[in-house]
């Protein structure tokens, strides 16, 4: 806490017009906080019923004499609490020598918080473009300054296999793109070891039947139609293959993989996403254990893979999260145990909790942090009527900028009466256009405009709203995260000056 307030403060002269003194003065009567008592108690100060959202709540009094009482009813509390705490000190610009220099013009302060989410995420894709563990590590610092907790790695897909797996130690060998791009299990429990000093979950990803090519380097006899052309016939991006249907072997892999992971994750993690997104039916036409693309065929094979997979993730202790396709395209029958992550749409979402499911929300069309870039596809040469053209748009522009993730309210269209199956949310960064390199800025300042939907709820962004942030993006910054711009410095020096 003291380490966090003098080190990575930072002074606010952005934020005020020039020439105006808005620092103390060395010759003004100084108040110092000498201790901070932090005080469990059995009841919280924001006791809404919901058990694991009140129980992060927390008060903070800071009186007139600098004394500082916080109250939680937990340790996750307590965490968030001093995060906040930290927030309200700036650096000074000119600091006295053998004194403190920093300060806050908010004491004396009460403040009750509670986050509104249960689950607040962000899902990180760490297997298309090199995401190391030490970038990890420094995400789930920015997160745990906004109050996220959850760290959602989807670990595997078709273009490679970064998970060691020592069961199966192929995967990775050949599976990852280079063998300095493997996360071995020091690193991995690193990193969750790291999200619980933190009090973020992180949890896996494994994504299946669909985003499995990668395993066609160890394993080609469990892979459907692998990296065949033209790719798009078969695959909603390169390269195509998926895990065969109605194989033993493939039930066989999945168990092994499973019984290794699963008991070393879930000492962290209460966790685990089973996948279950975008499954190209014309696959199943080559796949020999199958023959068919037809939904009714497609089905009942489906399902019986689904039902292996919650089944071996619940036996592990660990709560299933799968994507909602699984549910509202293929209607497959799953246990009301497990969580649906809505993606496709606004509307996926209220279809979920109508069908008695928690659920998580994040649509591609507000909460995707890597639209707008561009395709990362290249125009074949002979294909004359190849979709990539000027503008070369990427699916799912536009860029979401930080006022679009602000906008989307998530219970606009649920029924009061479902809304308590809404547990929470988590904003997606894909990665074919993402690297260590440029992470940080993909991720903020915009994350943070979804950390905090996720914990007060929606509302409508104003130029509050537009300095709230700014100051955050300064606070990211000065804890040496390489966040994005909010707004232009002129407009935060001369509040009310950039209304239109």
Known sequence: MKANVFSESFVPWKFHPRDVDFEPRATDRRTYITAIIIERTDTSPLDNGDKGVSGEAYTISISVTGSVLIKVVSIQGAFHALTTLSQLFYAHSEPEVDEVDVYTPFAPVEITDAPKSEHRGINLDICRNRISPKDVMRTIEAMSFNKLNRLHLHASDSQSWPLEIPALPELASKGAYHKSQIWTIPELQEVQLYGVYHEIEVYLEIDLPGHTASIAHAYPELIAAYNLQPWSLYAQEPPSGQLKLNDPAVFSFLTTLYNDLLPRTSLYASQFHVGGDEINKEVYKLDPTVNSSSTAVLRPFLQSLIDHVISSTESHSLIPIIWEDMLLEWGLDLPKSIIVQAWRSTSSLASIVAKGYKALFGPCTHW???????????????????????????????????????????????????????????????????????????????????????????????????????????????????????????????KGGCLT
Do not use: F
């Not at 990539?388 to 799912?396: N, V």
């Open 368 to 494: 995707y942090l890597d639209c707008g870039y561009g395709t990362w596809l290249d125009p074949d040469p002979s294909n004359p009527d190849t979709p990539i053209k000027s503008p070369y748009l990427d699916w799912c522009s536009p860029y979401k900028n930080w006022r679009e993730i602000y906008s989307y309210d998530p219970l606009v269209d649920i029924p009061e009466d479902r809304q308590h199956l809404v547990i929470g949310g988590e904003l997606h960064l894909w990665g074919e256009l993402t690297d260590g390199t440029n992470l940080d800025g993909m991720l903020w300042p915009r994350a943070a405009a979804g950390a905090e939907i996720l914990w007060r709820g929606p509302y409508e962004a104003e130029e509050e709203t537009t300095r709230r942030l700014s100051e955050m993006r300064e606070r990211l910054v000065a804890r040496n995260i390489g966040a994005g711009m909010v707004q232009m410095e002129w407009c935060l020096k001369n």
